[in-house]
């Protein structure tokens, strides 16, 4: 599925999740204090889903495509992932 990242980040946060779920790939998780986060391969962007930690309930998507974003993934990123 293609949508521009414009077009994306004016969706509601539930069809943003599901879209990502559905057609996005994922490709690393981290956890935080406070958040789960998931970072996905969608559409020629990134995106990172994050989850309130205590309720599982998700709390924002974020749309990038600078790989300044990626540092913090850089660990459990593999070249065959980013390709997909």
Same mark, same amino acid.
């Given at each position: ?39 996905? $391969? /969608?559409? *020629? ?5 994050? =989850? ?6 998700? !709390?924002?998507?974020? $749309? /990038?495509? *600078? ?5 913090? =993934? ?6 065959? !992932?980013?390709?997909?």
């Amino acid at each position: 599925m293609y949508i521009s990242r414009d077009i994306y980040d004016q969706k509601p946060l539930f069809i943003r999740q599901g879209a990502l779920q559905l057609w996005g790939v994922l490709l690393a998780e981290r956890v935080d204090l406070c958040r789960i986060r998931e970072l996905y $391969s /969608f559409s *020629g962007f990134f995106a990172e889903l994050c =989850y309130d930690k205590t309720t599982g309930k998700p !709390t924002c998507i974020c $749309s /990038f495509t *600078g790989i300044r974003r990626l540092i913090p =993934y850089l660990a459990d990123l593999s070249l065959e !992932t980013l390709s997909q």
